[in-house]
C-alpha cells in the first residue's frame, strides 16, 4: 500500500510561486513513477509532470514547461512541484499520483488533492 498527501497549495496573484509537496508513505518515492496531475472545475483531470524512478528525468504538459518544475526528496520521502509565473488558468485541484507496481501502465495511488487558486 501507498499513501501520499499532498500540502502546499493556496491563493496566489498571477506572476507568483508555490510549491507543492507529495508525502509518500509506504513505499521509496525513488522506486516508483510518480506524477502531478490537476482538475479545474468543469474539465477533465489533465496531467501536469511526471518524474521517472530510473533516472530522475522529467516530463511536462507543454503548457506548464519552462514555468513548473517537478523534483524528488529521497530524505524526506517526497516528491515536489515547484511552480512559477503562475497564471489564472492553472487554478485547480492538484494531485500526486504513483503507479504501483512501477511498469504499471496506469497511475493506481493518488492523493487527496490540494487547492491551487490564482487570482488575475
Known amino acids: 500500500q501507498v499513501r501520499l498527501v499532498e500540502s502546499g497549495g493556496g491563493l496566489v496573484q498571477a506572476g507568483g510561486s508555490l510549491r507543492l509537496s507529495c508525502a509518500a508513505s509506504?513505499?521509496?518515492?525513488?522506486?516508483?513513477?510518480m506524477g502531478w496531475f490537476r482538475q479545474a472545475p468543469g474539465k477533465e483531470r489533465e496531467f501536469v509532470a511526471a518524474?521517472?524512478?530510473?533516472?530522475?528525468?522529467?516530463d511536462y504538459v507543454d503548457s506548464v514547461k519552462g514555468r513548473f518544475t517537478i523534483s524528488r526528496d529521497n530524505a524526506k520521502n517526497t516528491v515536489n512541484l515547484q511552480m512559477n509565473s503562475l497564471k489564472p488558468e492553472d487554478t485547480a485541484v492538484y494531485y500526486c499520483?504513483?503507479?504501483?507496481?512501477?511498469?504499471?501502465?496506469?497511475?493506481?495511488?493518488w492523493g487527496q488533492g490540494t487547492q491551487v487558486t490564482v487570482s488575475s
Open positions: 499520483a504513483a503507479k504501483v507496481p512501477p511498469y504499471s501502465s496506469t497511475y493506481g495511488y
Open positions: 509506504g513505499r521509496a518515492v525513488n522506486s516508483l513513477p
Open positions: 518524474i521517472s524512478w530510473r533516472d530522475g528525468s522529467a
